[in-house]
């Protein structure tokens, strides 16, 4: 073979090989994911089932280092009694961590109020979590990009560049961030990031006896999530504000604030 | 009634009180530092732009004053920073605004703007005082016997110089030119400051009382006015020392006087230009007075005439809760009451002063009124918080959003503007300075 | 009296505090490419939701897990869950009332059990709440229903059938 032949050759070689090879580097399964967006947690809430009894509270606590004393939490219960006057009594004693064993709803500074029975008309449970929204408002003020979201659709905090200013506590309309009474910064629910990454179920799913929490991937149209969705008939929480919420609610009624 | 247990107070518990509904994360977390924080910033920008109406537009009659400004506008500026230090959770993560600014967030131009104001003031004080530098040099390195604290001082002084020495009359027709370049570069600088700040709040949808586009302008007028009124009454009430300072040679009250001898002005002289400089600038109080109060009412009035979802919880808020903080102090004392005070005829210096401490006392109420206003109903609409600031610290948190905290931060421009009088003496009369 | 000539130009000290400024500047980015770290930049989600450090994905994925499932319980404690299975409480996870596994059986090597009535009470003090499953729930008022005793002493947990016992 001639040298120029075997030099015109070699660099054809080499410069195909390198496309093919530069290529390869490009198609990284995990980016081919994102790209595609297979995957977008979202969870799904049944307050028909929901009995307040309060262990996901507790277990989402225990699984995610939040002190049980502390009055702040990632998750929390809601009970809502409805008068037949039109009255609606709402309370969530230390969220709902002990539960509901008591009539008397805790309202804060003004005491606590007994409705009794004869004056109910209806009353129902509502636990609330992170919506991990479409668009959320809490990472879009968050001044140093300590907050914010995966490609999978989880909003989270990262705990070693927050610098506790509070702005994405002040921006959330849901009310679901706190500040970690230990580590000083941010928190909230997480969806049990760390569980569900390897195929697990976030801790107040699985310790909710009714199957009134459930987290799905929303772009699995064989998830029984999506399939609930889909053709069930779902709300969100305030949705006026624009952040487009992914956490679907059966069941929720006017009331629910 | 919901037993506290006591060893875990999360931030912000020890100040709340919820009262019927409230969210189990909710608590009042900008507190006390974050009403400094845009007081402070406020007074910055206010006292900047009184400088400028001299520097920028020529008004003469603002000379004296508008040095004093300055002057004490850069004795403010690291002032500005220390309610952030106290508020954050992470002050040592405080550079990372800095670091990496994520701009969708108002609070990340904090960071830039701050620097490039910092740096603009700075500047301008530097031209503004470059012939006193260069004359103190020559005159500290012609003693032949210096106190050590002369020594330090003519160190300074060099290193403040940055070598440039000239004195020429065209090197100083060129400082004249720089110093109204800054001052009119600074004036949209010190608008974007104080604006910033209220965007931060202005652009929050998820709460009800703060979101609205007419907050950034709420914020610069009244940020103008209290500028304008400390400037008034810090400048009346240091007059006041100098001249019985001067009167019974107590110097160690005046210390531009320590370091650079006597202050040269008589009792009377003092007495002329502290009349004059305050009533002139009453006037200029009582322009952006009227604007301020302009836009806030404005304000209330759309909201209670649209009555939007908010509007139940929030006409508790206003017209129940803090009926007494928002009509009778912010409005009554804070607003009308000096507004009568400056407009009536016949005005003294006192007056004038007095008028401008109520206006100080009124804009520290609009903003109490805006941020702890603004968390003290809860996101559900169904229940409110009460905050109670500590006035006895009983550990580092309470000191720092408390009553010791907040003291700290009103009292600190002082002590920086003493030593800075030093360097750059504000009370300069007109032969001695540019 | 302070006019000056138009057409002459400033002098060269009037850039000297620009040079302090932009000294400043360029010391405030070296410092921020050797603090800031590599993978810190504007990820999938773009700018405004998605500016962070790529790294803290995976830390939050290594965040320690502290329950495991009931399926890993009857792994050993086959014949206790299969004991409940057949039960009223056969839908409520071990760890409600067992606690989190953790590293059991090595870390703790055993589990408590949390036999206080507190615990029982979160399902079946009655309330009146037509809307949900709870009414669903058989319940008592915890007042009147033999206090100051625990509600296993006769309600086995995992068969807590009184009829069946």
């Known amino acids: 073979m001639k040298r120029r032949d075997f030099l015109r050759q070699t660099a054809v070689f080499v410069a195909g090989a390198s496309v093919s090879l530069s290529a390869l580097e490009f198609i990284d399964p995990r980016e081919l994911l994102a790209a595609n967006s297979d995957l977008r947690w979202a969870f799904l809430v049944s307050t028909h089932k929901c009995v307040g009894c309060g262990f996901c509270v507790k277990a989402c606590k225990i699984e995610n280092d939040i002190p049980l004393e502390a009055n702040v939490t990632r998750t929390w219960v809601e009970r809502y009694v409805i008068k037949k006057d039109g009255d609606v009594v709402i309370d969530s004693p230390k969220g709902a961590l002990h539960g509901f064993k008591s009539e008397l709803a805790d309202q804060g500074a003004s005491g606590t109020v007994r409705i009794p029975e004869r004056d109910v008309a209806q009353a129902f449970f509502v636990p609330k979590l992170c919506n991990h929204c479409e668009v959320p408002a809490c990472v879009q003020v968050c001044p140093v990009g300590a907050t914010y979201q995966t490609a999978d659709g989880t909003v989270l905090v990262d705990r070693k560049w927050c610098i506790g200013c509070g702005y994405c506590i002040m921006g959330c ?82 009331e629910v604030r | ?420 009088n030093m360097i750059f003496p504000a009370f300069m009369s007109d032969e001695e300075a540019h | 009296m302070k006019l000056f000539d138009k057409g002459r130009t400033v002098k060269n000290h009037v850039w000297r505090p620009l040079f302090v400024v932009i000294g400043l500047v360029v010391i405030i980015l070296l410092f921020r490419a050797v603090y800031v770290p590599d993978d810190f930049g504007a990820h999938e989600r773009g700018y405004t939701f998605g500016y962070h450090r790529l790294s803290n994905e995976q830390a939050w994925r290594d965040f320690p897990a502290k329950y495991a499932d009931s399926q890993y319980c009857s792994g050993c404690h086959a014949d206790k869950s299969n004991q409940i299975e057949a039960a009223h409480h056969a839908m409520i996870p071990c760890e409600n009332c067992h606690g989190a596994a953790f590293d059991h059986p090595e870390e703790p090597a055993r589990l408590t059990i949390d036999r206080s009535r507190d615990l029982c009470l979160r399902c079946h003090a009655a309330l009146y709440m037509p809307g949900s499953g709870r009414s669903a729930i058989p319940g008592i008022g915890p007042a009147g229903h033999n206090p100051g005793f625990e509600c296993s002493d006769c309600h086995d947990p995992h068969n807590p059938s009184l009829e069946e016992m």
Not at chain 2, 20 to 43: A, D, H, K, R
Request: with cysteine; aromatic share 14%.
């Open chain 2, 1 to 420: 009634m919901v037993e506290q247990v006591s060893q875990f107070i999360v931030h912000g518990e020890a100040w709340t009180v919820k009262d019927l509904f409230v969210l189990p994360n909710e608590y009042v977390y900008w507190s006390i530092q974050i009403v400094m924080y845009p007081y402070m910033t406020g007074l910055v920008a206010g006292a900047f732009v009184l400088s400028s109406l001299y520097h920028v537009f020529g008004v003469q009659k603002l000379k004296e004053i508008a040095r004093y400004a300055l002057v004490f506008s850069f004795a403010l500026l690291p002032v500005a920073m220390m309610p952030l230090l106290l508020h954050l959770l992470q002050p040592l993560r405080g550079f990372h605004v800095l670091m990496t600014p994520h701009f969708t967030s108002a609070i990340s131009a904090f960071g830039i703007v701050f620097m490039t104001y910092a740096c603009i003031v700075g500047a301008e004080i530097w031209f503004v005082y470059r012939k006193f530098i260069v004359d103190s040099i020559h005159r500290l390195s012609a003693k032949r016997q210096r106190t050590a604290f002369e020594t330090l001082l003519l160190a300074i002084y060099r290193v403040l110089s940055l070598g440039a020495m000239d004195t020429s009359p065209e090197a100083l027709a060129s400082d004249h030119k720089a110093v109204k370049f800054l001052a009119g570069l600074g004036i949209p600088v010190a608008c974007f400051l104080h604006g910033y700040a209220g965007f931060i709040f202005g652009s929050v949808k998820a709460n009800a009382l703060w979101m609205t586009p007419l907050m950034p302008v709420i914020f610069i007028c009244s940020a103008i006015v209290s500028g304008i009124a400390l400037c008034i009454i810090s400048y009346y009430i240091f007059m006041e020392i100098r001249k019985w300072a001067a009167r019974w040679g107590k110097n160690w009250l005046l210390p531009d006087a320590l370091a650079h001898g006597n202050a040269s002005l008589q009792v009377e002289q003092l007495r002329s230009i502290q009349e004059h400089e305050v009533k002139m600038t009453s006037k200029y109080l009582l322009i952006f007075m009227t604007l301020a109060i302009t836009l806030e009412l404005l304000d209330m009035i759309f909201r209670g005439y649209t009555a939007v979802k908010s509007w139940d919880a929030l006409r508790m808020v206003i017209y129940e809760h803090d009926f007494a903080k928002i009509f009778i102090y912010q409005y009554g004392i804070g607003n009308l009451l000096p507004f009568l005070m400056l407009l009536a005829p016949g005005l003294t210096t006192r007056r004038a002063a007095l008028a401008s401490i109520l206006v100080l006392f009124g804009v520290f109420m609009m903003r109490w009124n805006v941020v702890i206003g603004g968390q003290a109903f809860s996101l559900t609409f169904a229940g409110f918080m009460h905050y109670h600031l500590p006035i006895i610290p009983h550990d580092w948190e309470t000191f720092k959003e408390g009553l010791a905290g907040a003291s700290l931060v009103m009292v600190t421009p002082f002590i920086i503007f003493y030593f800075l």
């Open chain 1, 173 to 254: 309309p849901y009310g679901v961030r706190f500040f970690h009474p230990i580590a000083h910064v941010a928190d909230k629910c997480t969806f049990c990031y760390h569980r569900i990454s390897k195929g697990g179920d976030t801790a107040c799913a699985q310790a909710c006896p009714f199957g009134a929490r459930m987290i799905g991937n929303l772009r699995d149209p064989d998830d029984p999530l999506t399939r609930t969705v889909m053709t069930d008939r779902v709300g969100v929480l305030r949705d006026e504000y624009g952040t487009k919420p992914q956490v679907f609610y059966l069941g929720l009624s006017k």
